[in-house]
C-alpha cells in the first residue's frame, strides 16, 4: 500500500487541480518557447544535444509547464535526476532553509556539519558490508574522476577496463571509460591512457529481428582469453567499471548472474569492482541502488543525478579502507557537498524512506513494465524489446528512425521520453508518480506509437 505524498497534497498555487494533466494548449513549441529557441540557438554551445523543444518554466511532481503554459508528463525526470519529484515542498524547504544559514564553506579545507552528515547518511545506505568513506562531488563525472584516482593510488596498478554500452560522463578519465557512442571520443584523443573496454551482456542484437541476445560467457571469454591473454596483465588491472544497468547505453539489464560473475573475475585477480550508479542508483530501480537487485557488493560505489533531486551533487563512497590508502591533499573540491546540495540531498533521502519511494518505484514500475509488454504485442513489427526494473525501463524499437519518431509524437501529446543507446526510449519518471500518472503515461505512449505505426503504414 502506497502512502499518498506530501507532494500531491500541497501542489502550488500555479498547477489548478481542475487542469487535466497533460494539456497542450499551442503548437509545439509554443510562440513564447519559439522566441527563447532562437535565442538560445544564436548564443548556446552547438554540443548540446538537445532531443526536442521542450522549455520548462515550472514543474511540481511529475507535471511541467512550459514557457506557453503547456502542461507535460514527465517520464524523464531531467534525465534520472529529479527523484522526488519537481520541487518536492520537503526539498525546496531544505534547501530554503539552507540557503538562508549557509551558502558556502569549502568542506576540503575545513569542517562543515552538513558534510558529514551527508556522508553519513550515504554510507548508511552503501550496498558494502564493513565501514565505508564518502567523498562528495558536484557530478557524475567527477565522481568518476575521483575513483579512478583513488582505484589507481590504492592498488598501485594504472589500468582500467569499462564496457562497450557504457556511459560514465564527459571529462577526460569519464570519457575514456565511456564507450556508448563513438562520436563522444571523435576530435578528443588522445584519451586517458590505461582505459581498455570489453563487451557488456545483451550487447548483441540480431541485424534481422532486432532482438536482443546475451550470451553468457562472452564477456568473460573476452577477458580471459582475449585481453588478459595478449595485452593486458590481469595483475595491472586496478578496477573495472561498470553500470549494473546501462543508462544512456540503451537501458540494458544485465542478468543477475553476470554482475555475480564479475564480482568473482574481479577476487580472482584483486581487481576493484566500480558501481556507476549514477542513474541506476537513488530507488530508481526500487532498491536503493540497483546493484542489490544482484547481491553483489562493490568496492567502489558512484551517486549524483537523483542524489539530491536536481541540486549538483555527486558522491564516490569506498570501502573505508580503499579510501584511507590515500592521505590528505591527494584529493579536494571547492563545491562539492557544498551546504544547499548537502540539504537537497539529505531531504531527497528523508523522503525516500518516509514516502516509500523505493516501493512505489516497483508498484508502479511493474504496472508500467506490464503495459509497455503488451504494447509489444500490439506493435511487435515496431517495438524489438521492452525490459527493465523498477522506474528504469528501456523500450527498444526496430530503427532508430522509429523512436525518434514516437519520442516526438509523445512529446506532441504532452508526454516525455528520452532516446538512448541506438533505438531505444527511456521511461524514467520520478519515483513519487503515481498510478494515475503510470496509467495516463502509458495511454499516451500506446496513442503515439499507433501514430508512427499507422504513418508508416501509409507512406
Ligand atoms: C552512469 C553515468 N555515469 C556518469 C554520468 C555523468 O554524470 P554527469 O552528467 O553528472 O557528469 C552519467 C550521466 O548521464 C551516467 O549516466
Not at 576493484?272 to 532498491?287: F, I, P
Not at 513494465?369 to 517495438?383: A, M, P, T, V
Amino acid at each position: 500500500m502506497i502512502m499518498r505524498t506530501s507532494a500531491e497534497l500541497i501542489a502550488p498555487a500555479w498547477l489548478d487541480p481542475a487542469r487535466p494533466v497533460p494539456d497542450i494548449r499551442t503548437a509545439l513549441p509554443g510562440p513564447r518557447a519559439s522566441e527563447i529557441l532562437k535565442r538560445d540557438q544564436a548564443v548556446t554551445s552547438p554540443s548540446l544535444p538537445r532531443a526536442y523543444p521542450l522549455m520548462p518554466r515550472r514543474a511540481f511532481g511529475a507535471v511541467i509547464a512550459d514557457a506557453d503554459d503547456n502542461l507535460f508528463l514527465d517520464f524523464n525526470a531531467g534525465i534520472a535526476v529529479n527523484s522526488t519529484g519537481h520541487c518536492h515542498p520537503r526539498v525546496v524547504e531544505a534547501i530554503q532553509q539552507q540557503a538562508a544559514h549557509l551558502l558556502h564553506y569549502s568542506a576540503s579545507d575545513f569542517y562543515l556539519p552538513i558534510y558529514s552528515q551527508m556522508c553519513e547518511a550515504l554510507a548508511a545506505t552503501a550496498p558494502m558490508t564493513g565501514p565505508v568513506r564518502v567523498f562528495l562531488t558536484n557530478s557524475g563525472a567527477e565522481a568518476v574522476e575521483g575513483a579512478l584516482k583513488l582505484a589507481r593510488h590504492a592498488t598501485g596498478r594504472q589500468n582500467v577496463i569499462s564496457f562497450y554500452g557504457g556511459f560514465h560522463g564527459r571529462t577526460y578519465g569519464a570519457v575514456s571509460l565511456t564507450a556508448s557512442k563513438s562520436k563522444y571520443h571523435k576530435g578528443f584523443g588522445p584519451l586517458l591512457p590505461g582505459v581498455y573496454h570489453a563487451p557488456y551482456a545483451c550487447n548483441r542484437l540480431d541485424p534481422v529481428t532486432g532482438a536482443r541476445s546475451h550470451d553468457p560467457d562472452e564477456t568473460f571469454d573476452y577477458l580471459e582469453n582475449v585481453l588478459f591473454r595478449y595485452e593486458l596483465e590481469p595483475t595491472e588491472v586496478a578496477a573495472i567499471f561498470v553500470e549494473p544497468i546501462q543508462g544512456e547505453g540503451g537501458y540494458i539489464t544485465p542478468p543477475a548472474q553476470w554482475l555475480v560473475r564479475l564480482r568473482e573475475l574481479c577476487d580472482a585477480y584483486e581487481i576493484l569492482l566500480v558501481a556507476d550508479e549514477v542513474q541506476s542508483g537513488v530507488g530508481r530501480t526500487g532498491k536503493m541502488w540497483a546493484i542489490e537487485l544482484a547481491g553483489v557488493q562493490p568496492d567502489i560505489l558512484l551517486s549524483a543525478k537523483g542524489i539530491a533531486s536536481g541540486l549538483p551533487l555527486g558522491a564516490f563512497m569506498a570501502r573505508a579502507e580503499l579510501m584511507q590508502a590515500w592521505s590528505m591533499g591527494a584529493h579536494g573540491s571547492t563545491y562539492g557537498g557544498s551546504p544547499v546540495p548537502c540539504a537537497a540531498g539529505l531531504a531527497t533521502l528523508e523522503v525516500i524512506e518516509s514516502e516509500n519511494l523505493l516501493a512505489n518505484a516497483t508498484e508502479q514500475g511493474e504496472y508500467l513494465l506490464g503495459g509497455l509488454r503488451e504494447l509489444w504485442r500490439d506493435f511487435d513489427g515496431l517495438i524489438t524489446d521492452v525490459r527493465g526494473v523498477g522506474l528504469m525501463i528501456g523500450v527498444e524499437f526496430r530503427t532508430a528512425a522509429g523512436a525518434e519518431a514516437v519520442q516526438h509524437a509523445a512529446f506532441e501529446r504532452g508526454l516525455l521520453v528520452l532516446e538512448c543507446g541506438e533505438s531505444t526510449l527511456r521511461i524514467s519518471p520520478p519515483l513519487v508518480i503515481s498510478r494515475d500518472q503510470a496509467e495516463t503515461g502509458l495511454r499516451l505512449f500506446a496513442d503515439a506509437i499507433g501514430a508512427v505505426a499507422a504513418a508508416s503504414l501509409v507512406h
